[in-house]
């Protein structure tokens, strides 16, 4: 029985995908929910599975193809998978001279790795269909122990005055992904249509460092997860929102969306680029859930296997550039929200308390705003009552 692979349905917020991979060939036995392709959008990585056991009968959108909702990629063969191999690519040909490059037909993903490799896709044997270089073609040319393209001798040897310099001079040209091309077109967005400026303080970090030391080993025995700084963050970012409406609204058009509770986005960099998975309802999450909940999004982002709706919405973003050192930042707008908050390093800097200079870990927070929302009053309060708040924990408890 013939079945159609379809796309998955794409929500209205994603118009296309590209296929990105083929994971089985035409003819190759497959069971059932092994994986055939992946389907890469602006969001995220979508993995098609095989509905049944059989056989992959006909590929319809090579890779590199732009394809929409639910449009047909394959016809799939489902039945007791076929004993007859495909007849492999290394049977004797007729022989025939060597093709130029530039008329050989390759796959997006085959050229790419081609060229990070030095691979003349004219040297790499051709299975796929009307002789098309495939993917795997270049890896196993690649696995065979095949030596890059000799780069052409020169015509003749050239004068000391023209002389190149020495060593390896390497350049490279990778198309971007989807995602990072649609993270650049959002982020140019933010810049040329709000009037967004930045606000910056310090917290000490001493009274949270306190607090999660003492009680670090019994808050993992109990909820069997590491408490870290960022859950302190949202509980005080949710508070500080609750405070300050504008920093938790966001502009449609010429209206200002106040929106009555907080769905915080926390930035999570993975190998494809910055994602923006979203906490719901933060202000009935307490430490714990907040903790596990942003470890599973973490490993889920890295793997690619987060869900397009767990990406969507959110009414404020929370970004930590200290994981890699930075020390201070001005984040970009994560519209349509108005405002983001960035984290940076914790660093041992000398203070003044109490007329001494006392050596504290101070960290410096960022908020970027959108002034046509926001006023500059309204974003230094928010900031420093996210100060207080972090500077005496025991205010998160209290609610003052």
Known sequence: MSIEIKAPTFPESVADGTVATWHKKPGEPVQRDELLVDIETDKVVLEVVA????????????????VLSDEVLAVFEAGEVSAVAAAPAEEAKPAAAPAASSDVIASPAAKKIADENGVDVAAVAATG???RVTKEDVLNHLKSGAKPAAAPAPAA??????????GERIEKRVPMTRLRATIAKRLVEAQQNAAMLTTYNEVNMKPVMDLRKKYKDEFQKKHDVKLGFMSFFVKAATEALKRFPAVNASIDGNDMVYHGYQDVGVAVSTERGLVVPILRDTDGMGLAE???TIGDFAGRARDGKLGIDEMQGGTFTITNGGTFGSLMSTPILNPPQTAIMGMHKIQERPMAVNGEVVILPMMYLALSYDHRMIDGKEAVQFLVTIKDLLEDPARLLLDI
């Open 129 to 131: 269909k009307d002789g």
């Open 157 to 166: 040897a050239p004068s000391p005055a023209a002389a190149l310099p020495q």
């Open 290 to 292: 907040i903790e596990s």
């Open 51 to 66: 509905p049944a056991d059989g056989t992959l009968k006909n590929v319809l959108k090579e890779e590199g193809d732009v």
